[in-house]
């Protein structure tokens, strides 16, 4: 296991972040992504800050720390489901990506 790959996957596990499904980020569909996260972050009791902050910031999270790992097709998905978090948590989506 690589050094960065333990810290990540520490953070993940034992800060305040969400109880994530499993395997959520390889996921195809976007707003099955932002779904799941919605969900983690609606019933969890590790967050500090609201829902939709906590589920994005997970999302972000996850897309920094496999950098140039993601395939641009990937990063895409990702991203994309960054629009449908927004659009599920009644919050205005950012202007189209190039």
Avoid: C
Avoid at 17 to 37: Q, T
Avoid at 53 to 78: C, P, V, W
Avoid at 82 to 89: A, G, N, P, S, W
């Amino acid at each position: 296991m690589a050094k960065s790959e333990g810290w990540s996957q520490k953070v993940t596990k034992s800060s305040d972040a969400l109880d994530l499904e499993h395997g959520v980020f390889a996921l195809e569909d976007p707003g099955e992504i932002a779904r799941s996260l919605k969900k983690s972050a609606e019933e969890s009791a590790r967050r500090k800050s609201d829902p939709y902050r906590s589920a994005m910031s997970m999302l972000t999270f996850y897309i920094n720390r496999a950098g140039k790992q993601l395939s641009q097709e990937r990063r895409d998905h990702l991203e994309a489901a960054k629009d449908e978090l927004r659009e599920l948590f009644g919050r205005p989506r950012k202007n189209q990506r190039q």
